[in-house]
T-cell receptor, first 116, second 114 residues
Framework: AQTVTQSQPEMSVQEAETVTLSCTYD???????LFWYKQPPSRQMILVIR??????QNATENRFSVNFQKAAKSFSLKISDSQLGDAAMYFC?????????????FGKGTSLLVTP | DSGVTQTPKHLITATGQRVTLRCSPR?????VYWYQQSLDQGLQFLIQ???????AKGNILERFSAQQFPDLHSELNLSSLELGDSALYFC?????????????FGEGSRLTVL
């Protein structure tokens, strides 16, 4: 099964600054999808951004963008102009191919603290 | 609001007991996924159903079972409960068995086994 690694258990950023969360994955597939989900204290899982592996252009959603390096199997999330509401656990996820039924495999998460 | 409804939100029970968690997917979504989130294990995929049929299995224990009904709601049955089964159980849905669609998560059912 594909593994997703988030090497930063915790990160801290000051309000209005930029922070980058790291994610690497292991796969032999050429076509797949990658996601970042946010889990605030409410525990709700919220999609932040999605990247299709066949697209070379990095996805962007407002203040959130990714740096997708397919050869390096790296998928980092950049949060610009950080806000207090961005404080949450962030999970990187890989969407398996057909043999695995398209379930998402998650990393263990990075806890982001935003300080005023 | 993701459109995925899970009940109950909280459940406290004793070891050896059996519980059923219920999930209603987003309107029109055919796929339902179950995940377990423990403090030390992150989010673990348990099982997926697509239009009533089991589609994929993850790290689901034999004491656990699930099904998806004709109206597409799903139930996760947990039996012979152990202390280690205490966790947040998420249901998620998506529109198709494949495709680029993300999963939409419910708010979770928090199970505490005493």
């Amino acid at each position: 099964a594909q593994t997703v690694t988030q090497s930063q258990p915790e990160m801290s950023v000051q309000e209005a600054e930029t922070v980058t969360l790291s994610c690497t994955y292991d796969t032999s597939e050429s076509d797949y999808y990658l996601f970042w989900y946010k889990q605030p204290p409410s525990r709700q899982m919220i999609l932040v951004i999605r990247q299709e592996a066949y697209k070379q252009q990095n996805a962007t959603e407002n203040r959130f963008s990714v740096n997708f390096q397919k050869a390096a199997k790296s998928f980092s999330l950049k949060i610009s102009d950080s806000q207090l509401g961005d404080a949450a656990m962030y999970f990187c996820a890989y969407r398996s191919g057909e043999d695995s039924g398209y379930a998402l495999n998650f990393g263990k998460g990075t806890s982001l603290l935003v300080t005023p | 609001d993701s459109g995925v409804t899970q009940t109950p939100k909280h459940l406290i029970t004793a070891t050896g007991q059996r519980v059923t968690l219920r999930c209603s997917p987003r309107s029109g979504d055919l796929s339902v996924y179950w995940y377990q989130q423990s403090l030390d294990q992150g989010l673990q995929f348990l099982i997926q159903y697509y239009n009533g049929e089991e589609r994929a299995k993850g790290n689901i224990l034999e004491r656990f079972s699930a099904q998806q009904f004709p109206d597409l709601h799903s139930e996760l049955n947990l039996s012979s409960l152990e202390l280690g089964d205490s966790a947040l159980y998420f249901c998620a849905s998506s529109g198709r068995a494949g495709g680029a669609g993300e999963l939409f998560f419910g708010e979770g059912s928090r199970l505490t086994v005493l």
